[in-house]
């Protein structure tokens, strides 16, 4: 990795992307490359595809609480700072980003590949070290030839070596089941009750030991939780 390339990783660090992954089309299993050509995104070998995360209170601590400069502040700020590695640091050219935007790229299946991401029962990925308290925030692909990262290294879920799993008598829904797949439909159900106790924060989540050190803040887990549910109602409503 030549100097260039390594200072625009550590400028994305201190922006909060303390999760970051350079990966090329070729090197993925078959499943995600078919997954990404359904999605219509070019996976030629030439392309670079880079992916960002954050994991804990960093990125949030970087926006200083404002969230008042669009929508999606968080959106706006990760493609903002994709544009900017790339102009600043990795020798400009076009920068497509696929995520985030309305294309449904499968996210949780490049974090795997990546290594940042193992399977739970709380119906979202969990990372060794972080937990639960990690977020995908841009994926985009580019032409120039980046040296790919490394995956990872892949220890298994960590799940597989709690032995309390408070998760589970922690969900007020009965949603997270032991070996059998997070009921989704129990889980909306009770977050969309009147005077819900989970409306903007999943218990579950909040009871596993993993990653405890980078859990959310309380303004970052209301501002998440409450978006989530937004969503969650304007689906009812459709």
């Not at 102009?87 to 490049?110: A, K």
């Not at 032991?178 to 009871?207: I, M, N, T, Y």
Request: proline share 5%.
């Amino acid at each position: 990795m030549n100097l260039s390339q390594q200072r625009g990783h550590e400028w994305l660090a201190t922006q909060g992307f303390n999760l970051q992954a350079v990966m090329r089309a070729d090197q993925w299993p078959q499943r995600l490359r078919q997954s990404m050509e359904d999605c219509q995104v070019n996976i030629e070998s030439s392309r670079r595809f880079v992916m960002l995360g954050a994991g804990g209170r960093l990125l949030w601590e970087q926006l200083g609480g404002d969230l008042t400069d669009s929508d999606h502040p968080l959106d706006t700020f990760s493609v903002n700072a994709a544009g900017r590695v790339v102009t600043e640091y990795w020798g400009g050219g076009e920068v497509e980003i696929l995520y985030p935007g309305p294309i449904p790229v499968p996210l949780q299946q490049l974090g795997m590949f990546a290594g940042w991401s193992h399977v739970s029962p709380l119906g979202f990925g969990i990372n060794t070290e972080f937990g639960t308290w990690f977020a995908y925030r841009a994926l985009f692909a580019l032409d120039n030839p980046l040296q790919e990262t490394v995956s990872l290294a892949s220890q298994g879920t960590p799940c597989d070596r709690c032995v309390e799993k408070p998760c589970r008598s922690a969900c007020p829904a009965g949603a997270v089941r032991w070996h059998k797949s997070f009921d989704l439909g129990r889980c909306v159900s009770h977050r969309l009750k009147s005077a819900s106790s989970c409306a903007d924060r999943c218990h579950a989540r909040l009871a596993c030991p993993v990653g405890q050190d980078w859990r959310y803040g309380e303004d970052q887990l209301v501002y998440h939780g409450q978006r989530s549910l937004a969503s969650l109602q304007v689906r009812r409503e459709e």
